[in-house]
């Protein structure tokens, strides 16, 4: 296990029990390989990141965000990172969620 992974597992399990109410209902529409089969995790330490939600198989990370998120240039680094690690980011506003 990476350095990072060991040092994020606390704050992703954190988040976990933090989760808000449209992150809580996606979670219950890809948990349990609900997906077309594909198994996702919530909360993924990827790098120095933790992705909201992420099938390692498919390498795609599903992201949901609030607001503060609209032109970030901490998420364009992220997914600039995200990347070039080989994953696919799709970005959903939480809104739509609600």
């Keep these: 296990m990476s350095r990072s992974r060991t040092r994020l597992t606390p704050l992703a399990q954190g988040l976990r029990k933090a989760e808000n ?5 996606l979670w ?8 077309n089969g594909h198994k996702f995790r ?3 330490p990827i790098g ?3 992705a909201d939600f992420a099938c390692i198989e498919l390498r795609l990370v599903v992201e949901l965000d609030g607001s503060q998120h609209i032109d970030s240039a901490k998420d364009a680094t ?3 990172f995200m990347n070039s690690e080989g994953w696919s980011i799709a970005r ?3 809104v739509h969620l609600l």
């Design 92 to 94: 959903f506003p939480s």
């Design 48 to 50: 120095e990141y933790i």
């Design 78 to 80: 992220r997914d600039a």
């Design 28 to 35: 219950t529409a890809l948990r349990g390989r609900r997906l």
């Design 21 to 25: 109410g449209p992150e809580t209902r």
């Design 42 to 44: 919530r909360q993924f």
